[in-house]
Antibody, heavy 121, light 113 residues
Framework: QVQLQESGPGLVKPSETLSLTCTVSGGSISSYYWSWIRQPPGKGLEWIGY???????NSNPSLKSRVTISVDTSKNQFSLKLSSVTATDTAVYYC???????????????WGQGALVTVSS | DIVMTQSPDSLAVSLGERATINCKSS????????????VAWYQQKPGQPPKLLIY???TRASGVPDRFSGSGSGTVFTLTISSLQAEDVAVYYC?????????FGQGTKVEIK
């Protein structure tokens, strides 16, 4: 059974960089696409960006200039950095797997439990 | 971006009754290459991540009870819970994965009447 776990600081100061890591267990990170998705408190879901195990990435145009996604296949992990954060970036951040191998345009079948990140001084 | 619009925003249904949630996309999400609608439905309970219920608009994910069904094509989609159970109280989201960025509907909250 594939499991995903987000980790990182729960509090980030405005203008600083939010950093999260997703650790995948019970399966390999290889051959799949993986995404970051966030959910502000009491609100809906917003896709942040994806990465492929080969290292290719893409992100939501609404966030693109601030997003960096990277992968460490040796640790079966991938990471998110979101720079210049403001209070509007306060959210639960999820990592998730795209449902089928090798295919980007797929639904998300496995999700982490989520990490609440609060942006506040 | 493709906009996904759900209706209603919330609904209250008696136990054992049918619940129907609608989702409209701002453009067709029927992919000509595979002739499939790139739409998924998720269930989210408080404090939990979303759970995949339906993909390809009508295919139930593994382990999902058969009281959940999805239908529709092109731009109009429906999630139906045929006989509402207490454990189905949740927020439901539709999502398109026709192109990038994937986008979600605003959510529909289902409660017991």
């Amino acid at each position: 059974q594939v499991q995903l776990q987000e980790s990182g600081p729960g509090l980030v100061k405005p203008s600083e960089t939010l950093s999260l890591t997703c650790t995948v267990s019970g399966g390999s990170i290889s051959s799949y696409y993986w995404s970051w998705i966030r959910q502000p408190p009491g609100k809906g879901l917003e896709w942040i960006g994806y990465m492929y195990y080969s290292g290719s990435t893409n992100s939501n145009p609404s966030l693109k200039s601030r997003v960096t996604i990277s992968v460490d296949t040796s640790k079966n992990q991938f990471s998110l950095k979101l720079s210049s954060v403001t209070a509007t970036d306060t959210a639960v951040y999820y990592c998730a797997r795209h449902r089928e191998k090798w295919d980007l345009l797929r639904s998300f079948d496995y999700w982490g439990q989520g990490a609440l990140v609060t942006v506040s001084s | 971006d493709i906009v996904m619009t759900q209706s209603p925003d919330s609904l209250a249904v008696s136990l054992g009754e049918r619940a129907t949630i609608n989702c409209k996309s701002s453009q067709s999400v029927l992919f000509s290459t595979n002739n499939k609608n790139h739409v998924a439905w998720y269930q989210q309970k408080p404090g939990q991540p979303p759970k995949l219920l339906i993909y390809w608009a009508s295919t139930r994910a593994s382990g999902v009870p058969d009281r959940f069904s999805g239908s529709g094509s092109g731009t109009v989609f429906t999630l139906t819970i045929s006989s509402l159970q207490a454990e189905d109280v949740a927020v439901y989201y539709c999502q398109q994965y026709y192109n990038t960025p994937p986008t979600f509907g605003q959510g529909t909250k289902v409660e017991i009447k």
